[in-house]
C-alpha cells in the first residue's frame, strides 16, 4: 500500500521529508482500511515516516493489531533534491541514479538493497502482510518479487502479491 497523499507529495520530491497526510489522505487511509476488510491480515509493516504509518493506522486499530515500522521501508533519499519542486528539476531516477546515487542521497540499487534486506526477513510461515510504504520503496519492492512487471503506485493504492516462497538473494535492483 502506497501512503495516502500529502500537501507536498505530488508536486516536490519528498523522500526523507516527515510530511503528514492531508484530508484527502486521511480519507485515502480510511479507504485502504475499507478495501482490506476481509483480508485475513496478520501483520502490518509500514516506513518509520508518518505518513504510511498514518495510512496504515486505521486498518491496524480496526485489526487490533501493532503497525511495525521498518526503516528498510522508507522512501529513497533525494539528497540535494529534496523539497525541490517537481517543475524546476526533472528527474530520470531509472537512467541516471539506477546505480549512481543522486548528489547527496541514495541510487536505485541502495534502495534495492534495502527493500531485500526487509523482505528477507519476512516471517516464511504463511501470512498475510500489509506493507505500507513509498512510491520507489514499493515499486522496487514490486520489481524484486515480480521481475518484468512495471507498478506504478498512486496514493492509497493497494496492491495484492501472492507468494509461494520469497526469493533470497535478491540484492540487485531489475529493470523497472
Not at 516527515?18 to 502490518?44: C, T, Y
Not at 500489509?130 to 519492492?141: E, M, Q
Not at 496514493?155 to 507468494?163: I, K
Request: proline share 7%; net charge positive.
Amino acid at each position: 500500500v502506497r501512503h495516502g497523499e500529502t500537501d507536498g507529495n505530488r508536486i516536490s520530491y519528498i523522500g526523507r521529508s516527515d510530511l503528514a497526510l492531508n484530508a484527502v489522505g486521511l480519507r485515502q487511509a480510511e479507504m485502504v482500511k475499507e478495501g482490506l476488510r476481509d483480508a485475513p491480515i496478520s501483520l502490518i509493516y509500514a516506513s518509520p515516516l508518518q505518513r504510511a504509518r498514518q495510512t496504515a493506522q486505521p486498518l491496524a486499530l480496526a485489526r487490533g493489531l501493532p503497525v511495525i515500522a521498518d526503516p528498510d521501508l522508507m522512501e529513497i533519499d533525494f539528497g540535494t533534491l529534496e523539497g525541490k519542486a517537481k517543475s524546476q528539476q526533472s528527474l530520470s531516477l531509472r537512467q541516471a541514479h539506477l546505480t549512481e546515487p543522486l548528489p547527496g542521497g541514495e541510487s536505485l540499487a541502495q534502495v534495492g538493497a534495502r527493500v531485500a534486506r526487509f523482505l528477507e526477513r519476512l516471517p516464511r510461515a504463511p501470512a498475510h502482510v500489509a506493507i505500507f510504504g513509498h512510491y520507489w520503496s514499493l515499486r522496487v519492492l514490486c520489481a524484486l518479487l515480480q521481475p518484468g512487471q512495471s507498478y506504478k503506485p498512486g496514493n492509497g493504492e493497494v496492491l495484492t502479491l501472492t507468494l509461494d516462497q520469497i526469493p533470497s538473494g535478491m540484492m540487485t535492483v531489475p529493470v523497472l
